[in-house]
């Protein structure tokens, strides 16, 4: 078989990944140990999110004619790449976390939403809380005056009540 046949589906495995995709963060993993690098896989995967080291030139020819060949300057050296299609600041969110306990890992640039990010960028989006965090605190927002103009009815039939 050619080298071109064996890279083939590769390539497709990577084009596969992207399409669809609100994120794709690139890593630089170089200096962590297996035991980190095993918790860190486990906890993208139960966040649904594809952790896979590819060869560099691999990633090139899958992101050609996309959003993510903006990528290209951050493929050098060892290069892990997650990629979420469900949750835009997921990977960036939990690699940065994950780099406070590793400080060897080091996010290298990622598109979000189309959108290319350098280090310092993905750095600020890894702050940006989930989108279950963010109903959750829209819910409670708007729940409170509700309760509270609830509780001010009450008080004043309880008063009438009284009277």
Request: hydrophobic residues 45%; proline residues 5%.
């Amino acid at each position: 078989m050619a080298k071109v046949e064996l890279k083939q589906p590769v390539v497709a495995e990577i084009a596969e990944l992207f399409d669809g995709a609100q994120t794709a963060v690139v890593v630089d993993y170089r200096g962590l140990t297996v035991e980190q690098d095993t918790v860190l896989r486990k906890q993208l995967r139960e966040a649904g999110i594809t952790y896979k080291v590819y060869k560099n030139t691999m990633i090139r020819f899958a992101a050609k004619g996309t959003p993510f060949e903006a990528l290209e300057p951050n493929l050098e050296g060892p290069t892990a790449l997650a990629v979420s299609k469900t949750d835009a600041t997921a990977p960036a969110r939990i690699i940065a976390n994950f780099a406070k306990t590793a400080p060897k890992l080091e996010i290298k640039g990622g598109i979000v939403e189309d959108s290319y990010y350098d280090a310092k960028g993905m750095q600020v989006i890894a702050t940006i809380p989930s989108r279950e965090e963010l109903l959750g605190k829209l819910l409670g927002s708007i729940q409170s005056p509700i309760t509270n103009l609830a509780r001010v009815l009450n008080q004043i039939a309880e008063a009438k009540a009284e009277a």
